[in-house]
């Protein structure tokens, strides 16, 4: 079977995001600020050579903000994949991060906010868009608009990281991370923070 490759992009950031919110599932626009800042965004150069050919993948978390970002990036003919929806945080949606951190479950992949969604059920879900790419004849190369949570769980299933111990990569915003669906079903880590802005 053949090895899928995907460039993963965060959608750029909404209002919620300004003010320290977490998202989870709710489905606000792009702040004003935010759609500004996805008009300076261009993908590397081997990812643009591949949509002018024809070759590039495009799929897009159902999602209004990943939507907006995939417009904005001039994606064409986008696949809406509902497995790239970010995490369910349940109970703690809306709500500020500074008033639900002393509430944090213990880390882990089958932990789950109250009423939300773990990462080892987000893994599951994107695995299954991955595995069903492997054996068809669409692109090789894919780039996915998608969500912050979801693409900390893929690349932390990449690296084998646990989510207990301390973090081995950081991600910074506005970037680019690209990881690849081996034959064999394994994921591997292919590039990682590659810069958006030109």
Same mark, same amino acid.
């Given at each position: 079977m053949?090895?899928?490759?995907?460039?993963?992009?965060?959608?750029?950031?909404?209002?919620?995001?300004?003010?320290?919110r977490?998202?989870?599932?709710a489905?606000?626009?792009?702040?004003?600020?935010?759609?500004?800042?996805?008009?300076?965004?261009?993908?590397?150069?081997?990812?643009?050579?591949l949509?002018?050919?024809?070759?590039?993948?495009?799929?897009v978390?159902?999602?209004?903000?990943?939507?907006?970002?995939?417009?904005?990036?001039?994606?064409?003919?986008p696949?809406?994949e509902? %497995?790239?929806?970010?995490?369910?945080? +349940?109970?703690?949606? $809306?709500?500020?991060?500074?008033?639900? @951190?002393?509430? *944090?479950? =213990?880390?882990?992949?089958?932990?789950?906010?109250?009423?939300?969604?773990s990462?080892?059920?987000v893994?599951? %879900?994107?695995?299954g868009w991955?595995d +069903?790419?492997?054996? $068809?004849?669409?692109?090789?190369?894919? @780039?996915a608009v *998608?969500? =912050?949570?979801v693409?900390?769980?893929?690349?932390a299933?990449?690296?084998?990281?646990d989510?207990?111990?301390?973090a081995p990569?950081?991600?910074?915003?506005e970037?680019?991370?690209?990881?690849?669906?081996?034959g064999d079903?394994l994921?591997?880590?292919?590039?990682?923070?590659?810069?958006?802005?030109?």
């Amino acid at each position: 079977m053949r090895s899928i490759y995907v460039a993963l992009i965060r959608h750029a950031p909404t209002a919620w995001n300004t003010d320290g919110r977490v998202l989870g599932q709710a489905d606000p626009p792009l702040s004003p600020e935010g759609a500004a800042l996805a008009t300076r965004w261009r993908l590397p150069p081997d990812l643009q050579a591949l949509a002018v050919k024809g070759q590039l993948g495009w799929a897009v978390s159902p999602l209004r903000r990943a939507i907006e970002t995939a417009q904005i990036l001039g994606a064409a003919a986008p696949v809406v994949e509902p %497995r790239l929806a970010e995490q369910d945080w +349940g109970e703690w949606t $809306g709500r500020l991060r500074s008033a639900v @951190a002393g509430e *944090t479950v =213990r880390p882990g992949w089958e932990a789950a906010p109250p009423g939300g969604e773990s990462p080892a059920a987000v893994l599951a %879900r994107v695995r299954g868009w991955l595995d +069903g790419l492997a054996p $068809g004849d669409g692109p090789d190369t894919w @780039a996915a608009v *998608t969500h =912050r949570g979801v693409i900390r769980i893929v690349i932390a299933a990449a690296l084998r990281w646990d989510l207990d111990a301390p973090a081995p990569v950081r991600l910074l915003p506005e970037r680019l991370h690209r990881v690849r669906r081996r034959g064999d079903g394994l994921l591997q880590l292919v590039g990682l923070n590659e810069p958006l802005e030109p």
